[in-house]
């Protein structure tokens, strides 16, 4: 259970500063919010007080707050916008004081549609930052990340899943709804796949991740039938894809990769490293399935030669 965040002092009448401490008791008792997350939003009310008592000229009172207009709000975070204060931390601290109203309004002390009014300021859009070429290696090479009490089966899986997100692009959703007859092994050095809006595309396959793909089936311990899925959990059914999430969580301690590495980040390594080793923007952003081109046309058979060289080009221990 979470520890309630430490009294501060509140610039604010008694009867505001009791339903602020309640609120936050209830935060950390009934909702058990990390003492973190509890920290934060006592932050983020104690600025909108002081603020508030400076706008007002008076200390607020819980009847004052339930009396503000949207405009009030607004002008709150406009002042905050002013000190410097980023859109995401904004957004946090407009959802307390959604929560803190909700709050007053379920114990009967009144309600404000107000703040309900004033909307989430828009967040910039994250771009996955891509790993460098050695770090992404040494994660799909597994060392020192998988549980050591796993089968050996189970890291061979693992490493398979991970080269196809890294080798070959691959969403992770497309790479655990692969089928056993779609498995790409001797003898294919191409994999068709079908991405976001039913959309195929054909992207590389490279040796490394033929080889750990032919590992993994020649250790795993299920029968698999062509329909059945390429990738199975120790049960049997389908990877769930928390597994590999979980995987490269512990590879971010275990190999002192950032916060950035998720499997979205391998996925956009592949093509940082494809560009970078001169291959095409345009063809690239097919092989992701980013483009708005026809996917049904696919490569000639020069185009996917040219890409596969370029690929290995950029990583010649594969």
Not at 47 to 65: D, E, G, I, Y
Not at 132 to 155: F, R
Not at 157 to 175: F, H, K, P, W
Request: one cysteine or more.
């Amino acid at each position: 259970m979470a520890a309630t965040p430490k009294a501060q002092t509140l610039v604010a009448a008694p009867d505001l500063q009791r339903a602020v401490e309640a609120w936050l008791a209830y935060l950390s008792v009934e909702r058990q919010f990390s003492g973190n997350t509890s920290e934060a939003y006592a932050r983020d009310i104690g600025q909108f007080l002081s603020f508030l008592a400076s706008h007002l000229n008076r200390l607020p009172t819980v009847a004052q707050l339930i009396a503000l207009s949207a405009r009030d709000i607004r002008a709150f975070l406009a002042s905050r916008r002013a000190q410097g204060v980023g859109s995401r931390s904004l957004s946090r601290t407009l959802s307390a004081l959604r929560m803190f109203y909700r709050f007053l309004e379920r114990r009967g002390l009144g309600k404000n549609d107000a703040v309900r009014a004033v909307a989430l300021p828009k967040l910039p859009h994250s771009v996955p930052k891509p790993l460098t070429a050695i770090k992404a290696t040494a994660l799909v090479g597994g060392a020192g990340i998988a549980s050591p009490d796993a089968p050996e089966w189970i890291v061979a899986r693992d490493t398979a899943v991970l080269a196809l997100l890294y080798g070959s692009g691959l969403r992770i959703s497309e790479a655990l709804t692969l089928s056993r007859k779609d498995a790409p092994i001797r003898g294919r050095d191409m994999l068709r796949v079908t991405g976001k809006g039913d959309k195929t595309r054909v992207v590389p396959v490279l040796p490394i991740v033929r080889e750990a793909v032919e590992r993994y089936l020649a250790l795993c311990p299920m029968p698999l039938g062509s329909d059945d899925p390429l990738f199975v959990g120790a049960r049997g059914g389908q990877l769930s894809p928390r597994i590999i999430q979980l995987l490269i969580a512990r590879a971010r301690g275990a190999l002192g990769l950032p916060e950035t590495a998720t499997p979205h980040a391998l996925r956009h390594s592949f093509a940082t490293h494809l560009l970078g080793a001169g291959a095409d923007l345009r063809a690239i952003q097919e092989l992701l399935g980013h483009a708005s081109l026809s996917t049904t046309q696919g490569y000639t058979e020069v185009d996917r030669a040219h890409l596969l060289k370029t690929y290995a080009r950029a990583h010649p221990r594969a």
